[in-house]
Antibody, heavy 119, light 109 residues
Framework: QVELVESGGGGVHPGGSLRLSCAAS????GNWAMHWVRQAPGKGLEWVAFISHDESHKSYSDSVKGRFTVSRDNSKSILFLQMNSLTGEDTAVYYCARDYGDYGTLYYWGQGTLVTVSS | EIVMTQFPATLSVSPGERATLSCRAS??????VAWYQQKPGQAPRLLLYAASSRATGIPARFSGSGSGTEFTLTISSLQSEDFAIYYC???????????FGQGTKLEIK
């Protein structure tokens, strides 16, 4: 069955960087667009980034544009999120999600990885 | 940015009763709306896409309607496992700039 497993979260100081990974299995990863979504503690969901199946299209929320970079390695079925210039507002659980095929519906979700930005 | 507004913020309903949750978009999103359910400590789960289509394995008691700017999620007869937070999401924009509503907490009355 489809499985998405995020890793790479942890504590980081303001201004620091982290690279999140999302290992995918149970489907042909290279055929599907992927997303990153985050959820600050006790808050709602915030869409963060999108990447098409072949990396031809990438898109970001205004809150992370210029600081975060989404990428993928289809040969290894891994999705990445490089996060730079982190601030306390980036503290959240980060989820990766597989698109449904309509470039927008988030069908399968990982369990998330917690990123804490604090001095 | 398209703003999605959900109401009410909290809805108290008794088991077995019907629950109606609403979501309004700040501009037309056609039917490009999805609904998700999230329980404490869990990842969200897709319920509906394209405003009214149920995802695989979602019970028939969950239904959706709407187009343009007004959308509704209806749960026809609430079961104990349905008490959770529900989010709407629009995906009408290209390049993608998707947005979620702030959520409706469905609690037991």
């Amino acid at each position: 069955q489809v499985e998405l497993v995020e890793s790479g979260g942890g504590g980081v100081h303001p201004g620091g960087s982290l690279r999140l990974s999302c290992a995918a299995s149970g489907f042909n990863f290279g055929n599907w667009a992927m997303h990153w979504v985050r959820q600050a503690p006790g808050k709602g969901l915030e869409w963060v980034a999108f990447i098409s199946h072949d990396e031809s299209h990438k898109s970001y929320s205004d809150s992370v544009k210029g600081r975060f970079t989404v990428s993928r390695d289809n040969s290894k079925s891994i999705l990445f999120l490089q996060m730079n210039s982190l601030t306390g507002e980036d503290t959240a659980v980060y989820y990766c999600a597989r698109d449904y095929g309509d470039y927008g519906t988030l069908y399968y979700w990982g369990q998330g990885t917690l990123v804490t930005v604090s001095s | 940015e398209i703003v999605m507004t959900q109401f009410p913020a909290t809805l108290s309903v008794s088991p077995g009763e019907r629950a109606t949750l609403s979501c309004r978009a700040s501009q037309s999103v056609n039917t490009k709306v999805a609904w998700y359910q999230q329980k404490p400590g869990q990842a969200p789960r897709l319920l509906l896409y394209a405003a009214s289509s149920r995802a695989t394995g979602i019970p028939a008691r969950f239904s959706g309607s709407g187009s343009g700017t007004e959308f509704t999620l209806t749960i026809s007869s609430l079961q104990s496992e349905d008490f959770a937070i529900y989010y709407c999401q629009q995906y009408s924009t290209w390049p993608p700039e998707f947005t979620f509503g702030q959520g409706t907490k469905l609690e037991i009355k």
